[in-house]
């Protein structure tokens, strides 16, 4: 569910997150049938085999900066890698993972090693699959609610006076503020939800300040970087490579605004019942309209 330069960060600006809008046709494939990898100098599936060590790997996932995610062919692991420009956002992935995963589940990833023209990791599998996979697309009130239950627990599990690291609201507003005078393509996200806007009100929703309640972030908190199980579970948190201290809102009006992308509409209220929080419309579109301009 790319912006950021990290492992789902985007250096500068990218329209519509593209990353998370639902890709479930992606998730089981079988392992002998090809699926087209476009980016020049990436890794293979041949390569990721070998590195997994496991005789076939299957592409499950693409981000917009050309990193790429392999799965064994019994599922036990998965392989990470970056193209060279993203090495140490993949770097900073493995560190926060290695963090938080001590009091939610989260991927233990193995070194970092260097190969095809970027870095790589291998980490063990979590429980459950990705919320938007075929389970997800069949009970989406039952995704939505684990979604919901799944970010309260990483909120409430993770101590935010002992996390070393920072979701950064400063530097995401000054490259907001930059993007809404040099993109005027700025409202293109994937709902139109920004469609109506105008200059003017975007300015004056960036120059609104507010009480923050910090929390430990995921930081990139849409529908795909959950994972549930068939019950309906929380089982797991993936793609941590921006988790940090911010406002619990920086999480919940993406990860409400995520539901619509990859759910459809109508299922935002569950979200926010789910995680037990009632709307703050106002941070809502505050934090909504910083990830779609930062």
Request: with cysteine.
């Amino acid at each position: 569910m790319r912006r950021r330069g990290r492992l789902g960060a985007r250096p500068g600006w990218s329209r519509a997150r593209r990353r998370h809008w639902s890709k479930p046709e992606l998730v089981n494939r079988p392992l002998n049938q090809h699926i087209e990898v476009p980016e020049r100098n990436a890794v293979s599936a041949e390569q990721a085999a070998e590195w997994l060590g496991s005789p076939a790997a299957r592409f499950v996932w693409r981000n917009e900066e050309g990193g790429l995610t392999f799965v064994s062919d019994d599922g036990n692991r998965y392989l990470t890698w970056v193209p060279h420009s993203l090495n140490e956002q993949l770097l900073s992935a493995t560190w926060r993972a290695a963090w938080v995963r001590q009091f939610i589940p989260a991927p233990d990833f193995g070194s970092v090693h260097h190969g095809a023209n970027g870095s790589w990791s291998v980490s063990g599998a979590l429980p459950g699959a990705s919320a938007i996979g075929p389970w997800g697309q069949a009970h989406p009130r039952e995704a939505v609610g684990a979604i919901g239950a799944g970010l309260r627990c990483l909120h409430d599990a993770a101590p935010a006076d002992r996390c070393p690291f920072q979701w950064a609201l400063a530097p995401r507003l000054a490259r907001a503020r930059n993007t809404l005078r040099t993109h005027p393509d700025w409202r293109d996200a994937p709902d139109d939800y920004f469609v109506t806007w105008t200059d003017a009100e975007a300015a004056a929703t960036l120059a609104l300040e507010f009480e923050p309640d910090f929390v430990v972030c995921h930081g990139d908190a849409c529908s795909p970087n959950y994972l549930v199980d068939d019950n309906g579970n929380f089982t797991g948190i993936v793609d941590v490579g921006a988790l940090g201290v911010a406002d619990r809102w920086a999480d919940l009006a993406v990860a409400s605004w995520s539901i619509n992308w990859n759910f459809g509409p109508g299922l935002e209220d569950e979200f926010f019942d789910a995680y037990g929080i009632d709307r703050n419309d106002a941070k809502i579109r505050f934090y909504r309209l910083v990830w779609q301009m930062s």
